[in-house]
């Protein structure tokens, strides 16, 4: 029998976390997700639900370690001018709008599946408006291409989102063994994204690019090389079986031996908000399962629910665009079954990324699109969103279900 104090203190914090996580902040006070995360876990610990022990063991450390030593290599990619670059190299080698189209979605797919995506569209977003404006092209089809592609590639590894890298470190699943499975459901998933928002923006996606003037981009060379170089390193050396966190946090260390880059602008490139959010839902996540509130909540499920996979995938969809995914994750590891865990704790990888597409709000990479392209003066809408993105998770997720049954 549990005792009712904690577990309602518990259940009210977590509401109270999750409210704020769906709403952006909070609806009275000026508390956004990552000060909702601060709160929630001191007042878990205040109250005496957790010990400042606990909270500290309920830490996930190699997760945090991995996503500051990614921020690190992807930031040196941004300062040396990498992006811009790219964006430059696309912009030449396309001659119509639904090629531009094709290239943005394979361009933001690729990066998003082996660097995190809501970093990708950070430094991404900002370039595909400047290309849309050199091209003289509706900006809206391209934007919600880099959006959906940045979600459906972050599903194909292990490397791709923030839940992802916390699934790996959880269910100890090897790069190649997540690949074999995510890699085809992406496939279709940027192909199908490609060909419905060629068909549904049809009108703005006619006609040629004219050749563009070439306008100098400002990049170092030898910083590009040298970061590609240790991302290379790090990649191959997680993909060959080595730790993640050990390999990725050594090529951090390697790219801050400079003599050339301010390290302050290297830190001011780290989503320091993200590691925040993290550490604070590892605590009230220990707290939810150190009181019982989740066991008890899981009392009251049929007990089949936890073996259907198309149950787990539609309420990993449903909660992950209600609370985000990473809370979702978080929650959702405790229905996890002991029995063939391998293909759940894929599962659960796969639905819950695929999940970003479904709303506007479904995933941080797609509020980072959103927001960095109204800054420039280009307005994205909910409704603009969910008639691609709304058939589109559908496809991916009955994809992705037949394919985990059947392989």
Known sequence: MHNAWPLMLVAVILTGVLIIFTLGKSPVFRVDRA?????????????????????????????????????????????????????????????????????????????????????????????????????????????????????????????????????????????????????????????????????????????????????????????????????????VAYVIGYDLAIVSSLGAAILLITRRVNPNKVYASVDFNLLIIFIGLFIIVGGVEKSGLMSYAASFLPSASSNNLGLFAVVTLVLSNIVSNVPAVLLLKFFVPEADADLWWKALAIFSTVAGNLTITGSIANLIVVEVAKRHGVFVSARDYLKVGFPLTIVTTVFGIIWLMYI
Not at 35 to 46: D, E, F, H, K, N
Not at 159 to 186: D, E, H, K, M, R
């Open 35 to 235: 000060g909702a995360s601060i709160i929630g876990a001191v007042s878990l610990i205040s109250f005496g639900v957790l010990s400042f022990e606990d909270a500290v063991d309920f830490i996930n450390f190699k997760t945090i370690a991995i996503l500051f030593s990614m921020m690190v290599v992807v930031a040196n990619l941004k300062l040396a001018g990498f992006f811009e670059l790219l964006g430059s190299v696309v912009l030449k080698s396309v001659s119509t709008k639904k090629q531009l189209l094709l290239a943005i979605i394979a361009a933001g797919g690729i990066m998003s599946a082996i660097a995190i995506n809501d970093i990708v569209c950070l430094l991404f977003t900002p370039v595909v408006l400047l290309i849309c404006r050199r091209a003289q092209c509706n900006p809206l089809p391209h934007l919600l291409g880099l959006a959906m592609a940045s979600n459906i590639g972050s599903a194909a590894t292990l490397l791709g989102n923030p839940q992802n890298i916390l699934i790996a470190t959880l269910s100890g699943l090897s790069f190649s063994a997540y690949f074999n499975v995510a890699g085809p459901v992406a496939m279709l998933g940027l192909t199908f994204s490609y060909a419905m928002i060629a068909c549904v923006y049809r009108p703005e996606l006619e006609g040629s690019i004219e050749p563009q003037s070439r306008d100098r981009v400002n990049y170092h060379s030898y910083l590009i090389i040298k970061s590609m170089i240790v991302f290379g390193a790090v990649f």
